[in-house]
C-alpha cells in the first residue's frame, strides 16, 4: 500500500549514529577535563515514572562539537555534532537532520544513509582528532577497525496527526521499505519481518526497531532514542570483543600444540604464554562485564522492554553466548597450559632426584673419594 501524499511530517529528526571503540577503557572524568568543547554528562531524561537507579552506570559524557553541515540527498545535518564517550572504551558520533515533508521521502534519505562513506570518513576524521586530544584518558588507545552505524527516524508530528494504529496499519510497506533502505516494494513476508519488532506506550506513540534502522513516531522519545543508541554501541562492542577471542583462541591453540609434542622443555617457558592468555582472558571478561553492566532498566518496565526487543532484533544474545563460550574454550586452553607446565616442572624435580640418588650410590666407587 503507497503512503497518501496527505500525510506530510511536520516535524522530526533523523540520527545517524556511528560507534567507534578506541580503547579498553575511557577515564570520563579526565576525558572531562581535556575536552574543550561543549559538553554534559549524559544522563536518560525521565519521560515517565521511574525511580532513581534507573540510570547509566557511570554516565558517559556527551560532547557538541560544531560542524559543517553536510548535504545527505536532498536533506542536511545540522552545525552540531553529538559526541558520546563510554567508559568501557565506545564512542558514539550522532549526526542530527531534520526531516519535513512528505512521509515517503524519508525512503530516499534512508537510501542515502545507507553505508554513507561521506558520514564515514567525517566520523572517522572526527575519532582520531578526539584520540589525539584525550589520549592520556584512554587506556589502551587504539581505533578498532570495527564501526557499527545505525539510523534513528524520529516522527514527532504529523498532518494529519495519526495514532499508533493508524501508523501501524496504512503504512507498514512504506515503514519496511525506510527500515531496509529498499527502493522496490517488498513482499508481504518481508514486510512483516520488518515491522514485527514494534512496541507503544501509549495511544499516540509507537516505535518500530530493526536491525538497520528504527522509525519513532510520538512525542517526548527520547528515552527511547537512547536506548536505541547505546544497544548499537553494545553490538559494536560485541562484535569487537568477539574478534579478540578469535585471536586469543588462535594465540591460545598455538601455545597449546606448539609445545604439547616436544621432548622437554624448561618449565619457565611456558609462563610468558600463560600471563599473555591470563591477560587477554582477564580484558575480555572486564569489557564484557563493563558493557553487560554499564544501563540498568529493571526500574522502567516499557524501557526495559524496549531493551530487550531490540537485543532480540540485533541478535546480542546469541553474541552474548558465543563469547561465554568462547571465554570457557579459552579458560580451558589455560588450564591444560598451567597444567602442562606443572607437570613439565615434576618431571623436572623427579630427573633431579633420580641424578641426585643416582649420584650419591656412586660417589662411594670413585678413587679417592671418601669412603671408597
Known amino acids: 500500500m503507497t503512503t497518501p501524499p496527505t500525510i506530510q511530517i511536520e516535524k522530526g529528526i533523523c540520527f545517524a549514529i556511528f560507534a567507534y571503540d578506541i580503547g579498553t577503557a575511557i577515564h570520563l572524568d579526565q576525558a572531562d577535563q581535556l ?12 519521560k515517565r515514572s521511574a525511580p532513581q537507579y534507573f540510570d547509566y552506570r557511570p554516565p558517559p559524557l556527551r560532547i557538541s562539537q560544531d ?31 531534520p526531516i519535513e515533508g512528505e512521509f515517503s521521502a524519508l525512503l530516499p534519505l534512508s537510501e542515502a544513509l545507507y553505508e554513507n562513506k561521506q ?6 576524521k572526527r575519532i582520531s582528532h578526539l584520540l589525539r586530544t584525550i589520549q592520556s584518558a584512554v587506556e589502551k588507545p587504539t581505533i578498532a577497525p570495527f564501526v557499527e552505524d545505525y539510523s534513528i527516524f524520529h516522527v514527532e508530528a504529523t498532518q ?17 521499505q525506510i527500515l531496509r533502505c529498499e527502493r522496490e516494494p517488498l513482499s508481504d513476508e518481508e514486510v512483516r519481518d520488518s515491522t514485527s519488532c514494534h512496541i507503544s506506550f501509549g495511544k499516540s506513540d509507537i516505535s518500530f526497531i530493526d536491525w538497520n534502522g528504527a522509525l519513532i513516531y510520538g512525542q517526548e522519545m527520547e ?31 598455538d ?10 622443555r624448561w618449565p619457565g ?14 580484558d575480555g571478561a572486564i569489557l564484557f562485564e563493563r558493557v553487560t553492566n554499564s544501563l540498568k532498566l529493571l526500574g522502567d518496565q516499557y524501557l526495559a522492554r524496549v531493551y530487550r526487543l531490540t537485543s532480540q532484533r540485533l541478535h546480542l544474545q546469541g553474541w552474548d553466548a558465543g563469547i561465554h563460550r568462547k571465554l570457557e574454550t579459552i579458560e580451558s586452553i589455560y588450564d ?23 649420584v650419591s650410590i656412586l660417589l662411594p666407587f670413585i678413587p679417592g673419594f671418601p669412603g671408597y
Not at 258 to 264: E, L, M, P
Not at 269 to 279: K, P, T, V
Open 119 to 124: 558520514l564515514l570518513d567525517e566520523s572517522g
Open 35 to 46: 575536552i574543550t568543547a561543549t559538553k554534559k554528562r549524559g544522563r536518560l531524561k525521565r
Open 223 to 253: 528515552d527511547v532514542a537512547a536506548v536505541l543508541e547505546f544497544a548499537n554501541v553494545e553490538l559494536l562492542e560485541r562484535r569487537y570483543l568477539d574478534d579478540q577471542l578469535d585471536q586469543t583462541l588462535d594465540h591460545a591453540y
Open 336 to 358: 591444560k597450559l598451567a597444567g602442562l607446565t606443572g607437570n613439565r616442572r615434576m618431571e623436572v624435580l623427579e630427573w633431579i632426584i633420580i641424578i641426585l640418588i643416582t
Open 160 to 176: 494529519p496527526s495519526l495514532t499508533a494504529s493508524q501508523v501501524l496499519t496504512p503504512l507498514t510497506q512504506d515503514i519496511a
Open 269 to 282: 617457558s611456558f609462563h610468558a604464554d600463560l600471563r599473555e592468555i591470563g591477560q587477554l582472558q582477564v
Open 67 to 97: 560542524l559543517e553541515s553536510l548535504n545527505i540527498g536532498v536533506h542536511h545535518t545540522l552545525s552540531t555534532v553529538d559526541v558520546v564517550l563510554y567508559d568501557f572504551g565506545a564512542v558514539s558520533v550522532i549526526y542530527p537532520i
Open 255 to 264: 601455545s597449546l600444540t606448539k609445545y604439547q609434542w616436544k621432548r622437554f
